[in-house]
């Protein structure tokens, strides 16, 4: 900017900084500045602007969100979106304003002004604060082929989001001088902290300025890169290299806002069977079929919960989608249905290749139904996967074209022998899509896809392959067993793949830094839609030690997805691999899991709801508070629980921050005033958190599975403020009933003061009611003992702890709680301690 001095003409400058920025920018032929518009005309619910280079349209789709589409060229394609839902019309239609230097769309929330000569867009809130502007010097511009823009970047200003991308959580990446990221699913073995793109391409970030957040997506499937402040740094430039800039602003004020609004653009997880969210153990590959039950009778003889067992490709008949092996697997049925028995469910891997053999029925009817992805040619495509490296009559696999919606359908019908065997779900790999022995590890860019009866190449389709698969699978269990909820996991994945799988980041390293980068990895795609996610417990490349593992296995208690994976030939890594203290200290964390289950399953369902993910950054809850800005190794879970694992080797203490407010000790009760770094001894055994002032945990007490939890008292933690309230949801965990109403809301809320608590439950909403069990409200207590607790206007008897495991109705001190228990009656009533 000491140019501006010196040379005096703002003009000569632009001049000079559109040479010098648009210069570096690109290797490629010479960008082309969108350049000047004459007035534009009304479309719609659009304005419409032409100009040399092509067609700009700018409508608003909700007050807070506003499209902007340049189409390069004279031609505006078909508008088709893998991504965005169906909206609702606005309420409130924007207002338009069009003059001879400048044009306005107007929403109750924002006024976007379109200056047309050059063309630029700034956007501003209603009362004409400024929240993002494209680069005076560099606005849009096309090479032909690429579509870009250049937009300022503020030196107060954070970027967040990305989806699943290495790095730190604030991708501004402040001392590191800011990052590029490209968006090009891709099979990246042993990634590291450095290494970009990996699997998910998830076109959408967030952008903080004080507490003030906005958010944009780009609606392109093509290769498409990120520039945050990292060629120059006061310019944050997106494009993709091919197709439209097709992008929408998504106004906050919150960065929750901004999050509730991108899903609401883009979709929101559906509601997960509960038996997901319990703990899960995964090799490749547990065979033959007796390794599988050893496992599972592993778990059950040494207590240690857990809910699911996955079958990689081992089970397969020499990797052949859809088939079993004979004589590892030589009763499926009676596998599926014996672990069932025992409280288990499988997930069974379903890769997008099979294998080109006649006779072999997927085969054929891909063939007899023209679902392969084909060569420019029209012969289909052949590549090496899986199916080449089996031992027995290897050989190239297909491919199907999951961009053409019958192809989908006949994927999907593919799994009803599966599911007929009682497998629970199907976890697809391998999708981005991965392919050997080749340099760039996937299909030939100029191969053709079916695109939803637009065909194109895989250009184009390329970075939505793996979540149309997961569409087509999705879609598929779905139609099967229609009052299941289908149970599906993915490692590719595009912006509103939430709607169909939960992702998991691929093949990390068993090492510290691995384990330290899944936190902000599992934040950034929680900020950006998918709320579904967890890393392979341990790591998936090479062995963990066995603190390595343990210390892993307690930031996977808060993983939505908790999931021990590890590749083929690496050692034995279940929780009791590591001998009998480390045994010990696993089996207490995935206890803890079961006991806050209750808890994690109404998260979720908020989440589900709502788009703000359960696993999240500490700047969502706190965005006006700075030092929440850049924590990479501490998350919240949920509104309420604030969680530090310890993620460095050999640690006596882990540090802190604890916000404003009150805190208390998770394990002790203990209180802590927030606003503060604070330091923490720490043992193998110990995983820091902290629950916030005011909040209510839902927890029970520790199961083996989640088929064992209908009975078990509910557990209502209540964390001392004068007046809070907290919501716990319920349903039956496994069918879509919830849908009609078949759930159970309940909201509890606390009064307090210096002589009493009285908890007050209101009655449920819905109709679901659980089995019969008792109700424990755990009620923080400080100072004397109470003097009298009341349920209603019943006194209550003091128990000793024992004998209150055997009364329906008591109450008994234990520590910093006061335990008041009853008959859970599901209906309203308050509880009252007095002192
Ligand atoms: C890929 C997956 C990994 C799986 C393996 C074999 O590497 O990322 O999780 O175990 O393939 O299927």
Redesign the pocket.
């Known amino acids: 900017m000491r140019l501006v001095r010196l040379i005096g003409s703002r003009r000569r400058l632009m001049l000079i900084l559109a040479l010098t920025l648009s210069a570096p920018a690109t290797a490629e032929a010479q960008w082309a500045s969108v350049g000047d518009a004459a007035r534009p005309a009304r479309s719609g619910n659009a304005l419409v602007f032409r100009t040399a280079q092509g067609v700009l349209s700018v409508s608003a789709i909700a007050p807070e969100i506003v499209r902007v589409r340049f189409s390069p060229g004279t031609r505006v394609d078909r508008d088709h979106s893998y991504t965005v839902v169906p909206q609702a019309p606005a309420l409130q239609p924007a207002r338009f304003e069009t003059g001879a230097r400048e044009s306005h769309v107007i929403t109750p929330a924002l006024r976007v002004t379109i200056r047309h000569r050059p063309l630029r867009i700034a956007f501003a809130d209603a009362n004409g604060n400024s929240l993002d502007e494209d680069d005076p010097a560099n606005g849009i511009a096309t090479t032909g082929r690429t579509v870009r823009v250049w937009k300022r970047l503020r030196d107060d200003e954070r970027v967040y989001g990305f989806g699943e991308k290495t790095g730190r959580l604030d991708k501004r990446g402040w001392k590191l001088g800011g990052y590029t990221y490209v968006m090009w699913n891709s099979d990246t073995?042993a990634y590291d902290a450095s290494s970009d793109p990996i699997y998910a391409s998830v076109p959408f970030f967030l952008v903080l300025r004080g507490g003030t957040a906005h958010g944009i997506f780009l609606d392109n499937t093509f290769r498409s890169s990120f520039d945050i402040g990292h060629t120059s740094e006061g310019l944050l430039s997106f494009g993709a290299e091919g197709g439209e800039l097709d992008y929408y602003f998504i106004y906050g004020p919150s960065p929750r806002d901004v999050v509730a609004r991108y899903t609401s653009l883009t979709g929101r997880m559906p509601l997960p069977p509960l038996w997901a969210l319990g703990n899960q153990q995964s090799r490749?590959s547990y065979f033959p079929e007796s390794r599988v039950r050893f496992i599972a009778e592993n778990f059950r003889q040494r207590s240690i919960p857990a809910d699911v067992l996955w079958l990689?490709?081992h089970y397969l008949d020499q990797y052949k989608p859809f088939t079993w092996d004979p004589d590892r697997f030589p009763d499926p049925a009676g596998l599926v249905g014996g672990l069932r028995n025992q409280g288990f469910r499988v997930v069974t891997?379903i890769d997008p290749h099979p294998k080109k053999e006649p006779g072999y029925g997927p085969y054929d009817s891909g063939l007899a139904g023209g679902h392969f992805v084909r060569n420019p040619d029209g012969s289909i495509y052949e590549a090496p996967v899986w199916p080449s490296s089996a031992p027995e009559n290897p050989g190239p696999s297909v491919f199907p074209d999951f961009s053409r919606s019958a192809t989908r359908g006949w994927w999907g019908s593919l799994h009803q022998p599966l599911m007929d065997l009682g497998v629970a779900g199907i976890w697809n790999?391998?999708n981005e899509p991965a392919v050997f022995a080749t340099p760039t590890g996937t299909m030939p860019l100029n191969l053709r896809h079916d695109n939803e009866g637009q065909p194109t190449d895989h250009r184009e389709i390329h970075n939505v392959y793996g979540m149309l698969m997961t569409r087509a699978t999705y879609e598929g269990l779905q139609r099967i067993a229609p009052d299941a909820r289908p149970f599906v996991l993915t490692?590719a994945t595009f912006a509103g793949g939430q709607r169909y799988a939960a992702v998991w980041p691929?093949?990390a390293t068993s090492d510290w830094s691995s384990l330290r980068a899944s936190i902000p990895m599992l934040a950034g795609l929680g900020l950006s839609g998918f709320p579904f996610v967890g890393a392979?417990i341990g790591g998936?490349v090479g062995a963990p030690s066995a603190e390595l593992y343990t210390r892993w296995l307690q930031l996977g208690v808060f993983y939505p997805l908790m999931r021990t994976?590890t590749?083929?030939g690496t050692p034995d890594q279940e929780p009791w691999s590591y001998g009998s203290r480390h045994e010990a200290v696993n089996r207490r964390a995935i206890e803890l899991r079961y006991e806050l289950l209750p808890h994690i399953y109404t998260v979720m369902q908020q989440a589900s709801t709502t788009g703000i993910p359960a696993f999240r950054p500490m700047f969502l809850d706190f965005p006006h508070d700075p030092r929440t800005h850049e924590l990479d190794e501490q998350f919240m879970f949920g509104d309420s629980l604030l969680v530090a694992p310890v993620v460095r080797e050999a640690a006596t203490d882990r540090e802190l921050y604890l916000p404003e407010g009150e805190w208390y000790d998770f394990w002790t009760g203990e209180r802590q005033g927030g606003g503060a770094t604070i330091r923490v001894p720490v043992t193998l055994s110990s995983l820091p958190i902290f629950v916030r002032g005011g909040a209510f945990l839902f927890r029970q007490p520790v199961v083996q599975h989640t088929g064992e939890m209908p009975g078990q008292p509910l557990r209502v933690v209540v964390y001392p403020a004068s007046d809070s309230s907290g919501t716990l949801y319920e349903d039956d965990g496994r069918t879509m009933q919830y849908r009609e109403g078949n759930v159970a809301r309940r909201r509890f809320r606390q009064q307090r003061d210096d002589a009493s608590c009285s908890v007050r439950v209101d009655p449920s909403e819905g109709r679901y009611r659980p089995a019969a069990r008792s109700l424990e409200l755990h009620v923080w207590w400080t100072g004397r003992e109470p003097a009298r607790v009341l349920a209603g206007d019943q006194l209550l008897p003091r128990a000793s702890k024992t004998e209150l495991e055997k009364l329906a109705a008591a109450w008994t001190v234990d520590g910093s709680f006061v335990i008041v228990k009853q008959p859970d009656r599901i209906e309203a009533m308050t509880v009252r301690v007095e002192r």
């Open positions: 073995f490749w990689d490709i891997i790999d391998m490692r691929g093949d392979d998936f994976h590749a083929f």
